[in-house]
């Protein structure tokens, strides 16, 4: 299995923009499609989007369409999610997340592994 850990959470203003990492190591990163997933206090996890090995094609949650951003880059082994015009319902603890299932129809349930989680709160 793939081991993977996030940065790049934090606080910011509604509006404003944050940019989280996931750096993945102990396997060939390449073979995995990645995915994003985030979870609010009293909530079930949610997916966010995902990327297919290539990088070539993204998909993403309704909620997020238009404002976040997935990519990866497999020389450095890392997923990114660039995330714009922030508002105070994406407040969540983010998840990288790497699957050999079909990226377009990632769900908590088919993912392989799991990232530690990283912060994100958006103030109002």
């Known amino acids: 299995q793939v081991h993977l850990v996030e940065s790049g959470g934090g606080l910011v203003q509604a509006g404003g923009s944050l940019r989280l990492s996931c750096a993945a190591s102990?396997?060939?990163?390449?073979?995995?499609?990645m995915g994003w997933f985030r979870q609010a206090p009293g909530k079930e996890r949610e997916y966010v989007a995902s990327?297919?090995?290539?990088?070539?094609?993204?998909y993403y949650a309704s909620a997020v369409r238009g404002r976040f951003t997935i990519s990866r880059d497999n020389a450095k082994n890392t997923v990114y999610l660039q995330m714009n015009s922030l508002k105070p319902e994406d407040t969540a603890v983010y998840y990288c997340s790497a699957t050999t299932a079909d990226p377009q129809w990632m769900t908590p349930s088919n993912v392989d592994s799991w990232g530690q989680g990283t912060q994100v709160t958006v103030s109002s």
């Open positions: 102990g396997s060939t990163f390449s073979s995995y499609a």
């Open positions: 990327v297919n090995r290539s990088g070539g094609s993204r």
